[in-house]
């Protein structure tokens, strides 16, 4: 039963991560904007500083105002122009490792400890068992696919570099043997705090929040056990996994994409100081960039995982 946890959550996250990958791409687009327009030790909103003419402000030394945010239609738009179709589908080879590695691991851990902790007499789990599942299975498949999340990451940032900038990996296995041979293995788990937070958050408040609201729907006589209730959970659960996730996902993406030269210090010491950095320079609601394509992704993506895990289910039933 163990096996077939993590087969079953396997094959579904893999389906739902290709199919989504597009909306995540421009997701990570989205928080990368405005990065390093504005000085870390900025003190004030960029919305409450006076503007200036710029020869006025160049003259007084004052920071360059930052390019205009765009939305996520217009960053689709951009990305389809300047660099084609493909370019929708950068990084798709690291989103499959990824998703063999992270959620294959966290989908049958979540499983097992999920059948460990059912009550034998009424069959149901608590909400708090759930939760803690979620954050024990998150945790240790975040750890374990790390490597190509940060290959993922760097492979759909790339596009939006100057051409002499750009990493050009070819695959995630060319970007992960190049990160650990340009800058050593440690780099393959660059954000892993982050990384792991994240995950924990996703996976606490996605898997327990789509077996609680799925019960709750069940149990009410709302809907029957069918399509209509699995596409209602899961988005719902998406929804409740992106509101979660978003500020710890910005910083995550931050600085696994930053680029460390020899010699010179790198953009952000670590997690903290990258939050601190990025509140102080962007304002507190930068930590929600692509917030829109994150909940656009996050719930299709959800919908996608758990409709194709029931349907996976029902196939290898008799296994």
């Not at 989504?20 to 327009?37: A, C, Y």
């Not at 990384?195 to 609680?212: E, W």
């Amino acid at each position: 039963m163990g096996v077939k946890g993590f087969v079953e959550g396997g094959i579904a996250s893999i389906v739902a991560g290709c199919s989504t990958h597009p909306l995540d791409l421009i997701k990570v687009r989205m928080q990368l904007q405005g990065e390093g327009h504005a000085p870390p030790n900025l003190s004030v909103r960029p919305a409450l500083a006076f503007q200036v003419p710029a020869a006025a402000g160049q003259a007084a030394g004052a920071v360059p105002v930052p390019p205009p945010r765009v939305g996520p239609v217009a960053v689709g738009v951009q990305i389809l122009r300047r660099e084609g179709v493909a370019a929708l589908f950068s990084g798709v080879s690291a989103t499959v490792l990824r998703q063999t590695l992270y959620s294959t691991t966290r989908m049958g851990l979540y499983d097992i400890l999920k059948q460990k902790w059912t009550d034998p007499a009424t069959g149901k789990i608590p909400l708090t068992q759930k939760i803690v599942a979620g954050l024990i299975a998150g945790g240790i498949g975040a750890a374990v696919g790390n490597p190509a999340d940060v290959a993922m990451v760097r492979m759909q940032a790339d596009g939006r570099l100057p051409l002499e900038q750009r990493r050009n990996y070819r695959s995630v296995v060319d970007a992960i043997q190049q990160m650990a041979r340009q800058e050593g293995v440690a780099s393959l788990w660059r954000g892993s705090s982050m990384t792991v937070n994240r995950a924990m958050l996703v996976t606490a408040s996605q898997l327990a929040s789509y077996d609680q609201i799925k019960e709750t729907i069940l149990a009410k006589g709302v809907m029957k056990d069918g399509l209509g209730t699995h596409v209602t959970a899961s988005f719902a659960a998406g929804f409740v996994a992106a509101v979660a996730s978003n500020p710890v996902d910005v910083i995550k993406t931050r600085v696994m994409n930053m680029k460390v030269e020899e010699g010179r210090e790198p953009p952000y010491k670590g997690a903290l100081d990258c939050a601190l950095k990025t509140v102080r320079a962007e304002g507190p609601m930068a930590l929600y960039k692509g917030f829109i394509p994150t909940i656009s992704r996050q719930g299709p993506f959800t919908v996608v995982l758990f409709v194709t895990l029931e349907q996976v289910r029902k196939l290898l039933k008799d296994f």
